[in-house]
């Protein structure tokens, strides 16, 4: 069945009768600021004798809008019907008439998505023989999925892109033939790379862009290609045997063009100079995080080595039974290692490093045992399951990574309880 919505994608209001409606809930999930929050919604599947709406299919999202004034949250085709689901208190009754309104922001967008799509796949056909074998309508960003090995070299995309934008500049038309599908002749000259859907009923939709080439497709377009207004290949990356053209169409080219462009203004603030300088600017930046980062790795190595030699300088026997250090800077093993290598072989080590965090949290890091290969057996495996972690060890070594430091004091207890002195038992009184 051809809906409403695909005779004319254009088609802001309508009123159709119910058909049938039931009570349903829906998963609904929304972002903000990187935030993601799922709530399940109450309301109904409604089924009309025609649609505006969109429902989901062809690598394309279901338009939104409202039934009756209520919010429709999705549009799912079963068959030769579209479901709706409408956020809504009260029921739909079968016969009546409804009204529908469609969120134009959002099917102008899918629109231009989806033409875009149609157009830069046929240029990667004619130009290079790149078969599309999928694509994907994202949020923010689209991409095209083409069949071949070879990753697509910055020339290649701007020439594609070129003639995207040319052709939109001499505004091209785009037309919906519908054809018979046992009719194999009338799809001569159509790209129909994923066929019919199994339980596809009718004649079937053949999109059309002038002198371009025509695809069969259930989706809605732009009546002319002028209406994609512009088109921006962003770049390309190769997964297994195939490539990945991502590109954005029409009114997101303007929302990137503003993201960017904040973003440089952020950029220019942060580092103290203008669009132009930004590279030399960052390189410099790169150099002395590299200096300042190896010059407080040496510091680091010295402040161990200065540990170690304190305690090596002790007399032995004043020299602890155990010592623990624990460092939350955010430093790497190799602090426990330039330790080790300076300390006195006779002392229980329990040395840990993490992620630069304060003591008590929950953060990961970095733990290594020495000394008397029993303790060390013994304590391994204990700090290990308090301190959330994995790892092993051997011939007095343990080392492992762990995950959660707040039970750290835990495991000092379990340190000193194990070394504390223990005290003597009085002997029996004598028999009187």
Not at 81 to 108: C, M
Not at 222 to 249: D, G, P, R, W
């Amino acid at each position: 069945m051809v809906f409403k919505c695909q005779e004319d994608s254009f088609l802001k209001q309508f009123k159709s009768t119910i058909v049938s409606c039931e009570n349903a809930n829906l998963d609904w999930v929304t972002e903000d600021k990187g935030e993601t929050t799922k709530r399940q919604l109450k309301g109904f599947n409604v089924v009309c004798e025609d649609t505006i709406l969109f429902p989901e299919g062809g690598g394309q999202p279901c338009d939104y809008g409202s039934l009756g004034g209520h919010p429709v949250r999705n549009v799912v085709r079963n068959g030769t019907q579209a479901v709706h689901f409408v956020e809504s208190p009260e029921s739909f009754e079968e016969g009546t008439e409804v009204e529908q309104v469609l969120n134009w922001e959002r099917r102008l967008d899918h629109m231009q998505q989806h033409s875009g799509q149609h157009l830069i796949s046929a240029l990667f056909d004619s130009e290079f023989k790149y078969e599309t074998t999928s694509w994907w309508l994202g949020t923010s960003t689209c991409y095209v999925q083409l069949k071949t090995p070879h990753l697509i070299s910055r020339e290649s995309l701007d020439l594609i892109e070129q003639k995207c934008n040319n052709l939109i500049r001499e505004g091209r038309e785009v037309t919906v033939h519908l054809i018979d599908p046992e009719k194999e002749y009338d799809f001569q000259g159509a790209r129909a790379p994923r066929g019919l859907p199994k339980d596809h009923v009718g004649l079937a939709r053949v999109v059309n862009i002038e002198g371009v080439e025509g695809n069969m497709c259930c989706g809605t377009h732009v009546t002319n290609i002028s209406q994609l207004q512009a088109i921006k290949i962003l770049y390309c990356e190769k997964v297994k045997t195939n490539v990945l053209v991502h590109f954005v169409v029409g009114e997101r080219v303007l929302r990137k063009l503003a993201e960017v462009f904040q973003r440089e203004q952020q950029i220019t603030a942060a580092i103290k100079g203008g669009p132009q300088q930004h590279l030399d600017l960052l390189q410099k930046l790169q150099q002395n995080v590299k200096m300042t980062r190896k010059c407080f790795q040496q510091l680091l190595k010295d402040f161990a080595h200065a540990e170690a030699d304190r305690l090596e300088d002790l007399p032995k026997a004043q020299r602890p039974k155990y010592f623990a250090l624990h460092r939350r800077d955010g430093i790497e093993v190799d602090f426990i290692n330039a330790f080790l290598s300076h300390a006195p072989e006779e002392i229980f080590y329990f040395l840990t490093v993490s992620e630069g965090v304060a003591a008590g949290s929950q953060a990961k890091g970095h733990l290594v045992l020495r000394g008397n290969p029993e303790v060390v057996e013994k304590l391994g495996p204990q700090f290990l399951e308090l301190l959330e972690g994995k790892g092993n060890g051997k011939d007095g070594k343990f080392q492992g990574k762990i995950n959660n430091l707040s039970k750290l004091d835990d495991c000092m207890q379990l340190l000193e309880g194990h070394f504390k002195p223990k005290k003597a038992i009085p002997e029996a009184a004598s028999a009187s």
